[in-house]
Nanobody, 122 residues
Framework: QVRLVESGGGLVQAGGSLRLSCATS????????MGWFRQAPGKERESVAI????????DYADSVKGRFTISRDNTKNTLYLQMNSLKPEDTAVYYC???????????????WGQGTQVTVSS
């Protein structure tokens, strides 16, 4: 069973950058499609970025395209989210999630991390 632990959140000014990491345990990380999701106060959780098991295929929410980059290092069993040009509306708890063998979505994720808070001040 893969376990997910996020890190890298914090407080940053608008226009700044953060890099989130999602460390995984287990030896089957490369079998999982991975994704980053976020939930702002009073709002529903939404998809931010997803990545295939190989890392060659990615997809982003329109709100983060051109600013965020999802990547993974299967040798380190770690998922990343590089966030640049941050905006106050990016403030949320960010979660990584995994789905074995197919694209991960809000509805089908097998495993969730505990989340890391990102706060962007104006």
């Amino acid at each position: 069973q893969v376990r997910l632990v996020e890190s890298g959140g914090g407080l940053v000014q608008a226009g700044g950058s953060l890099r989130l990491s999602c460390a995984t345990s287990g030896r089957t990380f490369s079998s999982y499609f991975m994704g980053w999701f976020r939930q702002a106060p009073g709002k529903e959780r939404e998809s931010v970025a997803i990545i295939s098991w190989s890392g060659r295929s990615t997809d982003y929410a329109d709100s983060v395209k051109g600013r965020f980059t999802i990547s993974r290092d299967n040798t380190k069993n770690t998922l990343y989210l590089q966030m640049n040009s941050l905006k106050p509306e990016d403030t949320a708890v960010y979660y990584c999630a995994a789905k074995r063998d197919t694209i991960v979505t809000l509805e089908n994720a097998d495993i969730w991390g505990q989340g890391t808070q990102v706060t962007v001040s104006s």
